[in-house]
């Protein structure tokens, strides 16, 4: 079994910055991709960043391009999303995922308020 905790949720003015942490653990003995996903109040769970491996392939949806960024240290089995400029927009829970063995495997989420 995969396990994924999500931190560093929290309530942030616009403009601010978050950085959000995940921490994998488990059966982690291959290589898998990571990403973020989030839901905000009465929408569907979108994409918001991916990144693989190696971490030199990274992907974002159009609305946080140049705003957020992806990244991954996989000598501690993490990945962080640091978020800046964010929107009210932005407001929602963020989910971390992994793709590992065949299998998707997804945190409980971490929210983020973006408010004044």
């Known amino acids: 079994q995969v396990q994924l905790v999500e931190s560093g949720g929290g309530q942030v003015q616009p403009g601010g910055s978050l950085t959000l942490s995940c921490a994998v653990s488990?059966?982690?003995?291959?290589?898998?991709?990571m990403g973020w996903f989030r839901q905000a109040p009465g929408k569907e769970r979108e994409f918001v960043a991916a990144?693989?491996?190696?971490?030199?392939?990274?992907y974002y949806t159009d609305a946080v391009r140049g705003r957020f960024t992806a990244s991954r240290d996989n000598a501690k089995n993490t990945g962080q999303l640091q978020m800046n400029s964010l929107k009210p927009e932005d407001t929602a829970v963020y989910y971390c995922y992994a793709f590992l063995n065949g299998m998707d495997y997804w945190g409980k989420g971490t929210l983020v308020t973006v408010s004044s």
């Open positions: 990144v693989n491996w190696s971490g030199r392939n990274k």
């Open positions: 488990g059966r982690t003995n291959s290589a898998y991709a």
